[in-house]
C-alpha cells in the first residue's frame, strides 16, 4: 500500500481525497496556490507544499511544480481529482516516468478516450449502441453534407478534442452545412490544436445518463449503475441523482453490461464514467467517456455504500476488485451543486463567507472545503459545496433535499441555494420525466 499520496488538486475534491487517505492510514501531501493558503486541504493534509501563483496555469497546472512537490515530500502516489490535469495523458506519463503511481487510467487509454472521435469509434467496435455519423474525422464540408443528407438533419457537429460540449454546432438544414463545418474546424483548430470534426444525428430531447465503471489491474471490470445528469446549464451540470427515474431494472442491466464491455476492450483501469444519450423511446447511444472520477460521484456512493475514492486508491495499489457488477441501487440519492454564483444571473459571486451553517441529519451529506470566514478566491470554478441526500425513495430525498437547502445558510456571497430550491418544487422535476432541455425552458418561463 502507498505511505503517502500527493493530491494534485484543490477545494472540496482534494479534502475528499485527504478523508479517504486518512481513512486508509495513508500520509498526505496538499499542493496549493497562493491563493489557498487558509483553504482546508491545506490545513487538513499531513504536509503541505506551494507550487505557485492563483492562475491554475502556474500552479495547479504546473507539471514540473507537482512532480517537485512529490519528489521532495517523498510521495509514492499522486491522485488528480477532477478538472486540472485528470485526464491530461501527458501528466500521467511523466508521473509514471518519475516512478510515482498514477492513480487513474493508463495514459494510452486516457489518451485514447480524449479523442472523442476514437472514443466513438471504440464504442462501436465493443458492440456499444453509438448514433448515426460519421465513422472517420471529416475530410471536407462536402463530406459533411453527404453524411448529414444520410443521416437526415438535424445533425451535430462535434470537435474530436473537444467533449463536455466544447466545439459542438448543431446543423438544421443542408444551407447551413458547409458553412458550418468550416466555422467549426477552424474554431477546434485553434482551440485545440486539432481540427478534425466528426458528425452525428442529433438527438433533440435527450436524457444524459452516465454509468459509472471500475477496473483493476488484474482485468476486473465492474459498473455500479448510473447518474441522472440531465438538470444542467451551458454543459454545467446542476443536480445529478441515482438511480434514474429512466431506467427500468432491464434497462440498467443492459447499458451497464455495454458500459463494461467497453471497459473490457481498453483494459480499463479505475474509476470512470461512460456517457449515454437516451432518447423519448428509451434507445440509447454512447456518448463519452471520461477518465476520472467525476464530481457527482457522490450520488453512486449514496446507493451502493461503496466509497469510490478509496477503491480507486485500492485498485491503483493492485488490490482485486472483489465487488459484484451491476449491485441493486438503494434507495435514491440526489446531490445539488452549490455555487458560489447569482443564481439569476449566473454570475460569478467569490468573497467571504460570512455566514457558513451547513445542514446535517439523517441521510445528509454535504462535500465542502467552506467555513465561516473563509474568502471564495476569484480564481477558480464556482463549486463550494455538493450537498447530497439520501433516501428510501426519490420522492422522500426531494423532501429531504428541500428541507436541508432550507437549513444551509451562507452569507457574504450568492449561491444557487435558491436556484435549486425552485427547481426542486417544479412539477416537471418531481415528475421525472425531464430532458437536457429541462433548464432551458425552466429559466425562459422564469419559475
Ligand atoms: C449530443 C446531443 C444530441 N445528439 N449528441 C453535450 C455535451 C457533450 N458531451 C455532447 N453533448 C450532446 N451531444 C447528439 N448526437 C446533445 C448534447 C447535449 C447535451 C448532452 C448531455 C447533457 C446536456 C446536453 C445539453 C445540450 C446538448
Given at each position: 500500500?502507498?505511505?503517502k499520496i500527493?493530491?494534485?488538486n484543490?477545494?472540496?475534491?482534494?479534502?475528499?481525497?485527504?478523508?479517504?487517505?486518512?481513512e486508509?492510514?495513508?500520509q498526505?501531501?496538499?499542493?496549493?496556490?497562493?491563493?489557498?493558503?487558509?483553504?482546508?486541504?491545506?490545513?487538513?493534509a499531513?504536509?503541505?507544499?506551494?507550487i505557485?501563483?492563483?492562475?491554475?496555469?502556474?500552479?495547479?497546472?504546473?507539471?514540473?511544480?507537482?512532480?517537485?512537490?512529490?519528489?521532495i515530500?517523498?510521495?509514492?502516489?499522486?491522485?488528480?481529482?477532477?478538472?486540472?490535469?485528470?485526464?491530461?495523458?501527458?501528466?500521467?506519463?511523466?508521473?509514471?516516468?518519475?516512478?510515482?503511481?498514477?492513480?487513474?487510467?493508463?495514459p494510452?487509454?486516457?489518451?485514447?478516450?480524449?479523442?472523442?472521435?476514437?472514443?466513438?469509434?471504440?464504442?462501436?467496435?465493443?458492440?456499444?449502441?453509438?448514433?448515426?455519423?460519421?465513422?472517420?474525422?471529416?475530410?471536407?464540408?462536402?463530406?459533411?453534407?453527404?453524411?448529414?443528407?444520410?443521416?437526415?438533419?438535424?445533425?451535430?457537429?462535434?470537435?474530436a478534442?473537444?467533449?463536455?460540449?466544447?466545439?459542438?454546432?448543431?446543423?438544421?438544414?443542408?444551407?447551413?452545412?458547409?458553412?458550418?463545418?468550416?466555422?467549426?474546424?477552424?474554431?477546434?483548430?485553434?482551440?485545440?490544436?486539432?481540427?478534425?470534426?466528426?458528425l452525428?444525428?442529433?438527438?433533440?430531447e435527450?436524457?444524459?445518463?452516465e454509468?459509472?465503471?471500475?477496473?483493476?489491474?488484474h482485468?476486473?471490470?465492474?459498473?455500479?449503475?448510473?447518474?441522472?445528469?440531465?438538470?444542467?446549464?451551458?454543459?454545467?451540470k446542476?443536480?445529478?441523482?441515482?438511480?434514474?427515474?429512466?431506467l427500468?431494472?432491464?434497462?440498467?442491466?443492459?447499458?451497464?453490461?455495454a458500459?463494461?464491455?467497453?471497459?473490457?476492450?481498453?483494459?480499463?483501469?479505475?474509476?470512470?464514467?461512460?456517457?449515454?444519450?437516451?432518447d423519448?423511446d428509451?434507445?440509447?447511444?454512447?456518448?463519452?467517456?471520461?477518465?476520472?472520477?467525476?464530481?457527482?460521484?457522490?450520488?453512486?456512493?449514496?446507493?451502493?455504500?461503496?466509497?469510490?475514492?478509496?477503491?480507486?486508491?485500492?485498485?491503483?495499489?493492485?488490490?482485486?476488485?472483489?465487488?459484484?457488477?451491476?449491485?441493486?441501487?438503494?434507495?435514491?440519492?440526489?446531490?445539488?451543486?452549490?455555487?458560489?454564483?447569482n443564481?439569476?444571473?449566473?454570475?460569478?459571486?467569490?468573497?467571504?463567507?460570512?455566514?457558513?451553517?451547513?445542514?446535517?441529519?439523517?441521510?445528509?451529506?454535504?462535500?465542502?472545503?467552506?467555513y465561516?470566514?473563509?474568502?471564495?478566491p476569484p480564481?477558480?470554478?464556482?463549486?463550494?459545496?455538493?450537498?447530497?441526500?439520501?433516501?428510501?425513495?426519490?420522492?422522500?430525498?426531494?423532501?429531504?433535499?428541500?428541507?436541508?437547502?432550507?437549513?444551509?445558510?451562507?452569507e457574504?456571497?450568492?449561491?444557487?441555494?435558491?436556484?435549486?430550491?425552485?427547481?426542486?418544487?417544479?412539477?416537471?422535476?418531481a415528475?421525472?420525466?425531464?430532458?437536457?432541455?429541462?433548464?432551458?425552458?425552466?429559466?425562459?418561463?422564469?419559475?
Amino acid at each position: 500500500m502507498f505511505k503517502k499520496i500527493l493530491i494534485a488538486n484543490r477545494g472540496e475534491i482534494a479534502l475528499r481525497i485527504i478523508q479517504a487517505c486518512r481513512e486508509l492510514g495513508i500520509q498526505t501531501v496538499a499542493v496549493y496556490s497562493t491563493a489557498d493558503r487558509d483553504s482546508l486541504h491545506v490545513t487538513y493534509a499531513d504536509e503541505d507544499v506551494c507550487i505557485g501563483p492563483p492562475p491554475s496555469t502556474g500552479s495547479y497546472l504546473n507539471i514540473s511544480s507537482l512532480i517537485s512537490a512529490a519528489e521532495i515530500t517523498g510521495a509514492d502516489a499522486i491522485h488528480p481529482g477532477y478538472g486540472f490535469l485528470a485526464e491530461n495523458a501527458h501528466f500521467a506519463e511523466v508521473v509514471e516516468e518519475c516512478k510515482l503511481t498514477w492513480i487513474g487510467p493508463r495514459p494510452e487509454v486516457i489518451r485514447l478516450m480524449g479523442d472523442k472521435a476514437k472514443a466513438r469509434e471504440t464504442a462501436a467496435a465493443a458492440g456499444v449502441p453509438i448514433l448515426p455519423g460519421s465513422r472517420e474525422p471529416l475530410a471536407s464540408a462536402a463530406e459533411a453534407e453527404q453524411f448529414a443528407a444520410e443521416v437526415g438533419y438535424p445533425v451535430i457537429l462535434k470537435a474530436a478534442a473537444g467533449g463536455g460540449g466544447r466545439g459542438m454546432r448543431i446543423v438544421h438544414s443542408p444551407e447551413e452545412i458547409a458553412g458550418q463545418f468550416q466555422t467549426a474546424h477552424e474554431e477546434a483548430q485553434r482551440a485545440f490544436g486539432d481540427g478534425s470534426i466528426y458528425l452525428e444525428k442529433y438527438l433533440t430531447e435527450p436524457r444524459h445518463i452516465e454509468f459509472q465503471v471500475f477496473g483493476d489491474k488484474h482485468g476486473n471490470v465492474i459498473h455500479l449503475g448510473e447518474r441522472e445528469c440531465s438538470i444542467q446549464r451551458r454543459h454545467q451540470k446542476l443536480i445529478e441523482e441515482s438511480p434514474s427515474p429512466a431506467l427500468t431494472p432491464e434497462l440498467r442491466a443492459e447499458m451497464g453490461e455495454a458500459a463494461v464491455a467497453l471497459c473490457r476492450n481498453v483494459g480499463y483501469e479505475n474509476a470512470g464514467t461512460i456517457e449515454f444519450l437516451l432518447d423519448a423511446d428509451r434507445r440509447f447511444y454512447f456518448m463519452e467517456m471520461n477518465t476520472r472520477i467525476q464530481v457527482e460521484h457522490p450520488v453512486t456512493e449514496m446507493v451502493t455504500g461503496i466509497d469510490l475514492v478509496k477503491l480507486q486508491i485500492l485498485v491503483a495499489a493492485g488490490q482485486v476488485l472483489g465487488l459484484p457488477s451491476g449491485l441493486k441501487p438503494r434507495g435514491h440519492a440526489i446531490e445539488c451543486r452549490i455555487n458560489a454564483e447569482n443564481p439569476d444571473t449566473f454570475a460569478p459571486s467569490p468573497g467571504p463567507l460570512k455566514t457558513f451553517h451547513v445542514p446535517g441529519g439523517p441521510g445528509t451529506r454535504v462535500d465542502t472545503h467552506g467555513y465561516e470566514d473563509y474568502v471564495i478566491p476569484p480564481h477558480y470554478d464556482s463549486l463550494v459545496a455538493k450537498l447530497i441526500v439520501h433516501d428510501r425513495n426519490r420522492e422522500q430525498a426531494i423532501a429531504r433535499m428541500l428541507r436541508a437547502l432550507d437549513f444551509f445558510v451562507v452569507e457574504g456571497i450568492h449561491t444557487s441555494i435558491p436556484l435549486h430550491k425552485r427547481i426542486l418544487r417544479d412539477p416537471g422535476f418531481a415528475a421525472g420525466t425531464f430532458s437536457t432541455r429541462f433548464m432551458e425552458r425552466f429559466l425562459r418561463e422564469r419559475k
